[in-house]
């Protein structure tokens, strides 16, 4: 027998799957369309940004079907470490679920077969190497001969392509599903938007008659902005003691050393860090990553071995200390803030080096120049955004190719650049000196660093100096009217135009070919000004009697942050009595809203966003109680 075949689903199934079981009033975006679509037997394949919302886009069309008797979805998920969350917070919300992998006994695999086979469970999570294994095909063609199989989900469906940065190559075998059991509806998803990849996956997953929906990226609730870098560390503790004290954030670098380092110093200035990187013992990494997962409030100082899988949604900054490899990686690892849909920064600091760093790691790797032109080419547009004067969530959009208006400058979620204009002033004839410069010093044979190039335009007088008697040069004290710092603004600038390259173990400069248009004069440059002082105003005003760790959501009222303390620690004691999360009980957006609203029966209770049915009577009395309290 084949599956039965299920006609569309009445909408208000499925609403009232959303409400009850998850206690969600509305489908976000298009999420109504696709769970239309796929519980009704239809294949999809689904590109949403990183906290869209896509685990209910097939959590819904397994539960409606399981709810019409057609069995279990089998779930497709390289995380192994993920599983365990996922099962727990459906069974939280009443789901029955299990997760198949190598983590489990062989009595406990035994027992989910049982329930597999059963046809009670209504989903079930593994891993591609697992599912593609002939046992387990075996017990599949038996659940779909007695109409048990109801649905293939495939997470994180990039990983089927080798364009893609996380190629998993167990994820080519998924084929077999369809060829087995092409009856059975598939939804595939993936935060990866470029086409190259969604080709990919549409050819290699045979999805061609797929409906695609396509969200937009923007990410909404995220506010860019990208620093000059002076005094990193500094303006890293300032970024989080004024915007963020008491929330959990990344802060990425690019070295192991470094991540140590950091997070030494921010724990030193009384931040809550731990580090993370591929250097350290297995075990203690593990320890790591599950603390800031569980824990309220850590700082995690990473390399970005950091953050695959990690859907913690209550991150409240990505914090860059150094310049990622492209767009591409910006993108990816800002998009780990703000899963929950609350406000949350996206933070960079960036310098002279980080250009310097990056071409160079470019030019110096084995790989052959086609490969080295296209990393150079999503170099360049990341380093255009970070010079940017215009809006950087349209430069940012612009190259997925999605086209935006800048942002509404009045938002608190607009980017730096549209919340204080940056002051652009008409560099020509700085650049033109700077180049000049460097020529005179080709003429001698002689090339410099940043640092004495710098002083001799300045005409400062040093050892170096009076050794190559370079007070004699004709480009000698050119520039004493801009300060060092503004000098080491053009000069980035120009190395990010590629006007200008560093070279060899001391990062001497020389020209290309391009500087020449510029010491023609044939080419105007409006460069950012540097700024003495981040212009930010603090979009956190804390009232009083809220202390360190107390931290809570800005815009509710101090008694209404004592009760969102409260409910937050009970919450805490929960999540550990159960072995989960926190936020699986219950997330921010929910602890926010009872705070604000204080139900005062089960009733009220219900109508807040994120209560369904099961948690209502697991812990509506509790939850009552600790606001009768406050
Ligand atoms: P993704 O996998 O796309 O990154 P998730 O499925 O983890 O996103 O969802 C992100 C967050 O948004 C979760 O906390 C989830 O519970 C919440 N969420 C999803 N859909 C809705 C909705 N319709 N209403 C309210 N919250 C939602
Ligand atoms: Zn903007």
Redesign the pocket.
Known sequence: MSNPVLSSEPTSVLHSV?HEV?G?????GQ?EAIVDHVSGGGDALVL?????????CYQIPAIARHTRGAGVAIVVSPLIALMHDQVGALEEAGVHAAFLNSTLTSQEAAHVERELMSGRLTLLYAAPERVTTPRFLAQLESLHERGLFSLVAIDEAHCVSQWGHDFRADYLGLNVLHERFPGVPRIA?T?TADEHTRLDIIERLQLQTARVFISSFDRTNIRYAIVEKTTPREQLLRFIVQEHEGDAGIVYCQSRKKVEETADWLCSQGVNALPYHAGLDQRLRQRHQDRFLREDGLVMVATIAFGMGI?K?DVRFVAHLDLPKNIEGYYQETGRAG???QNADAWMVYGLADVVNQRRMIDESPANDEFKRVQRGKLDALLAMAEAHDCRRARLLAYFGQESAPCHSSTQNSCDNCQTPPAVWDATEAARKVLSCIYRFSQRHQSFGAGHLIDVLRGKITDKVTQYHHEALSTWNIGSDLSEQQWRGVLRQLVALGHVVAEGDYNTLALTDSARGVLKGDVQLLFRQASAAPARASRKSKPTGVGKTRHAPADLDTFAQERFGALRQWRSEVAKEHGLPA?LIF?D?TLTEMARRVPASLIELTQI??VGTKKLEAYGLAILRVLERQ
């Open positions: 959303l998850f969600y009033n509305q489908f976000r999420q949403m940004p990183t906290g869209g919302g896509k685990s209910l998803l935060a859907d949604p899963r929950d849909g936020y997330n957006a966003s994120g």
